[in-house]
């Protein structure tokens, strides 16, 4: 187990059937409320007195207000349209990340035959505690080390405290950490691993790193495989 500044090496949320179903029925009351009130326009007008004719100013002021609803509907369809555009433009991004290499935050990284290596940053001068659980919880390793302050890496090779040696798969290091006074420090951790899938049914989409899903606005980078 190995903790390394990162300074000295280079370790290794369309529309829905639901939505178009609701507009479409929208816009067909709207028609034929528009119909109907230009019949009974039409109507009263044929047959208003003439020695006392019918108040055009309120029939103009519906006029407008109709006109106004029709209006915001095309509104409505043209930014559902966006918004389907959007979607569209976001899935497309999505899948572009799967078999990237990226780093996000977290704590969470995979064992390899090479082993387990997080990242993480130190406010100050401290003394850490790690531990490194499976993916069912179970401790494999606890340890204490004296971190620096700044960007550092903590590589473990898959021993246990008693030589045992863990299988591949996922880990999580919970990393607490004190300064000389016994105060707590604040630690923060990020992981480098590979974009193994997309789910296109989350909104926006999700993308699964290590079994833990994250959004396209949780990755801060995206790292270029070396070349052996």
């Known amino acids: 187990m190995s903790v390394i500044p990162t300074g000295s090496s280079t370790a290794g949320s369309t529309p829905t059937a639901s939505s178009n179903s609701s507009t479409a029925s929208n816009n067909q009351m709207i028609a034929s ?14 047959n208003q007195n003439p020695l006392d004719p019918l108040d055009t100013n309120q029939f103009t002021q519906q006029l407008v207000q109709f006109a106004q609803v029709e209006q915001q509907m095309k509104s409505n369809d043209q930014l559902a349209s966006l918004l389907a555009l959007e979607k569209n433009a976001q899935q497309t991004t999505a899948l572009a990340y799967v078999g990237q290499t990226v780093v996000v935050d977290g704590s969470t990284t995979a064992l390899t035959s090479s082993g387990a290596t997080w990242s993480f940053n130190a406010a100050k001068v401290a003394t850490a505690s790690v531990t490194i659980k499976d993916s ?15 960007d550092q890496k903590f590589t473990w090779d898959g021993h246990g405290n008693d030589g045992t040696t863990w299988p591949a798969g996922n880990y999580t290091m919970v990393i607490n950490a ?34 833990t899903d994250y959004t396209m606005d949780k990755i801060k980078r995206i790292v270029r495989p070396t070349s052996s």
């Open 178 to 211: 004190t300064d000389a006074n016994s105060q707590p420090v604040s630690i923060s951790s990020e992981v480098q691993a590979v974009v193994d899938s997309v789910d296109l049914t989350q909104n926006p989409p999700t993308l699964s790193l290590n079994g």
């Open 33 to 46: 409320n528009f119909t109907t009130f230009l019949q009974l326009l039409t109507t009263q007008l044929k």
């Open 136 to 150: 069912t919880g179970q401790t494999a390793y606890t340890g204490t080390f004296a971190v620096n302050p700044g």
